[in-house]
């Protein structure tokens, strides 16, 4: 069984960094692209980065949260981390680590297989 288990949320000021971590068990990923999105209270669930798994790792990130997250994986460990820089009290969310079935990135939701039960980050200002 897939499982995919998300850490390292937590409540931080406003110009503080987290890292999150999203570990998988049942299966390797290491040929998967696999992707970060968060979802605000009363929002949608929306994009934030994702890395492709092609001859070398393809990053692609929200613009939201461009120059601040740096999205990476330990292929060894099946594990995929978000780290996140200047967070700011707009990033606050449930944020969700997801697998897809190819090795391209995608921005969409719908476009992955298997999903994490998330991590609330909460940002104060």
């Known amino acids: 069984q897939v499982q995919l288990v998300e850490s390292g949320g937590g409540l931080v000021q406003a110009g503080g960094s987290l890292r999150l971590s999203c570990a998988a068990s049942?299966?390797?990923?290491?040929?998967?692209?696999m992707g970060w999105f968060r979802q605000a209270p009363g929002k949608e669930r929306e994009f934030v980065a994702a890395?492709?798994?092609?001859?070398?790792?393809?990053?692609y990130y929200a613009d939201s949260v461009k120059g601040r997250f740096t999205i990476s994986r330990d292929n060894a460990k099946n594990t995929v981390y978000l780290q996140m820089n200047s967070l700011k009290p707009e990033d606050t969310a449930v944020y969700y680590c997801?697998?897809?079935?190819?090795?391209?990135?995608?921005?969409?939701?719908?476009?992955?297989?298997?999903w994490g039960q998330g991590t609330q980050v909460t940002v104060s200002s």
């Open positions: 997801a697998v897809r079935g190819g090795r391209s990135y995608a921005t969409a939701p719908e476009e992955y297989d298997y």
């Open positions: 049942g299966r390797s990923f290491s040929s998967r692209a």
């Open positions: 890395i492709s798994r092609w001859s070398s790792d393809t990053t």
